[in-house]
């Protein structure tokens, strides 16, 4: 009988504390207000500037290409003008079905969740030129 007497009160502190362990919050559970603009802040902080000069739809031009790095999830481009533009993939050789209409100094998201490693390039509806940056 105080063998298991013992045993109990051994294995009562073990249960309470698994019990408050499992009400406790996580620590990593609570989302950081900051967390958004901290991936912003890694992915903008990354961008490139572009140059497209006229008479070019694609940025970059002829045989080159970007890359997609870890710094973002998404390919983002900010226009120094209003522009129609769309993400075209080195892979296939075939562009978004339709242009994603830029706002001049502002970021936009051209092409979402793309994976890191993405080789693509811009193109732009418009031949003329076209200054600004870009981040993916």
Known sequence: MRLRQHAAVGVVPVLLAA???ALAPAAHAVPSRDAAPAVAASCYGSAHSYS?????NDYPTGSSYLTTTSNCTDINIKT???RYVEVCWLS?????SSYTL???????TVATNV???TDFFFWFR???????SWAA
């Open 126 to 132: 418009s031949d003329a030129s076209s200054t600004g």
């Open 92 to 96: 296939t050789g075939t562009c978004q």
């Open 19 to 21: 019990f408050t362990a």
């Open 80 to 82: 120094n003008t209003n």
């Open 52 to 56: 497209k000069p006229s008479g070019n």
């Open 102 to 108: 830029t706002t001049a100094g502002e970021w936009t």
């Open 115 to 117: 994976l890191n490693g």
